[in-house]
């Protein structure tokens, strides 16, 4: 299986930026999608920003033009860049990946343990 663990979380004011990461390992053939979700109590997980492997990514309305996703394909990490964060980012910030283990074999998805972002003044 595919193991993931973030890191970046943590607690800022609003207007300043967070940087969070996510690795991926174990044995892996290949990363086809790598995205970050965002959940609060009482809310549905929502996708915050995805990225395929050709680079394609695709944001959530509420963080267009303040986060951006990028992928370092030969680490195997996904990133996600908070700038202008507001209190109402604050929420778990969960990993996502689809990955193949063999080269012709099936995708299969692995979310990570979450990582807590606050913004709070």
């Known amino acids: 299986q595919v193991q993931l663990v973030e890191s970046g979380g943590g607690l800022v004011q609003p207007g300043k930026s967070l940087r969070l990461s996510c690795a991926a390992s174990g044995s892996i053939f290949s990363i086809e999608h790598m995205g970050w979700y965002r959940q609060t109590p009482g809310k549905q997980r929502e996708l915050v920003a995805a990225?395929?492997?050709?680079?394609?990514?695709n944001y959530a309305d509420s963080v267009k033009g303040r986060f951006t996703i990028s992928r370092d394909n030969a680490k195997n990490t996904v990133y996600l860049q908070m700038n202008s964060l507001k209190p109402e980012d604050t929420a778990v910030y969960y990993c996502?990946?689809?990955?193949?283990?063999?080269?012709?074999?099936?995708?299969?998805?692995?979310w990570g343990q979450g990582t807590q972002v606050t913004v709070s003044s």
């Open positions: 990225i395929t492997s050709g680079g394609s990514t």
């Open positions: 996502n990946t689809e990955a193949r283990y063999t080269a012709y074999g099936p995708v299969f998805r692995s």
